[in-house]
């Protein structure tokens, strides 16, 4: 499975947007890139994913450099209710499994 | 939310006790899979399915056996329980899109 590279830990401002950059340099043409994140004591939550273009939900958006080797979720506006433990995760072609690595640690402050 | 329960939500047990934790869904979702999830570390993929009667290891599976005789309900049994599977363990379920969807977890706690 390709693997990913995420920052141990992010801080952000509420109200500001936050950038939450992933590398995954060895991502081959068929892998998508998906997004997940888990809030305290909770179970993981599906965030968004994408291939190749630029993908926007009502929780994010996700922008996805040309070469693909990268990719950024972006939070528009963070809330407190967004601090969480975000895993950025290539899935197993075909059977769809995901390997969690130990994602961004992100801190909303007041 | 996705129809997804687990049961039982906590439990504990002794060392050496068989225990089984049952993940049940009503999405009709053809992949379920159980993870597990321990202080400091992302989730581990223990087992998973691809439709009744078929399933497959994952990367820490020593231990532990599943079943899965109808499409709604994923079975994981710790044939003899151990410290070591102290642990939350969360069940997901997805289709065809790719998106998982988890279950609320189950701490077990083996004394």
């Known amino acids: 499975d390709a693997k990913t590279t995420q920052p141990n830990s992010m801080e952000s401002n509420e109200e500001e947007p936050v950038h939450l950059p992933c590398n995954h340099s060895?991502?081959?043409?068929?892998?998508?890139i998906h997004w997940y994140r888990q809030l305290p004591s909770q179970g993981p939550e599906y965030v968004i994913h994408?291939?190749?273009s630029n993908v926007n939900n009502r929780m994010a958006s996700l922008a996805i450099a040309e070469d693909r080797k990268s990719s950024t979720l972006i939070l528009h506006r963070a809330t407190l209710r967004d601090a969480a433990v975000y895993y950025c995760i290539l899935p197993n072609f075909g059977n769809e499994k995901l390997t969690f690595g130990t994602g961004t640690r992100l801190t909303i402050i007041p | 939310d996705a129809g997804i329960t687990q049961s039982p939500r906590h439990k504990v047990t002794e060392t050496g006790t068989p225990v089984t934790l049952r993940c049940h869904q009503t999405e009709n979702h053809r992949y379920m899979y159980w993870y597990r999830q321990d202080p400091g570390h992302g989730l581990r993929l223990i087992h998973y399915?691809?439709?009744?009667?078929?399933?497959d290891k994952g990367e820490v599976s020593d231990g532990y056996s599943v079943s899965r005789s109808k499409t709604e309900d994923f079975l994981l049994t710790l044939e003899s329980a151990t410290s070591s599977q102290t642990s939350v363990y969360f069940c997901?379920?997805?289709?065809?899109?790719?998106?998982?969807?988890f279950g609320p977890g189950t701490r077990l706690t083996v004394t």
């Open positions: 060895t991502i081959s043409g068929t892998d998508y």
């Open positions: 997901a379920i997805s289709d065809h899109s790719g998106e998982q969807y």
């Open positions: 399915s691809y439709g009744v009667k078929d399933t």
């Open positions: 994408g291939l190749t």
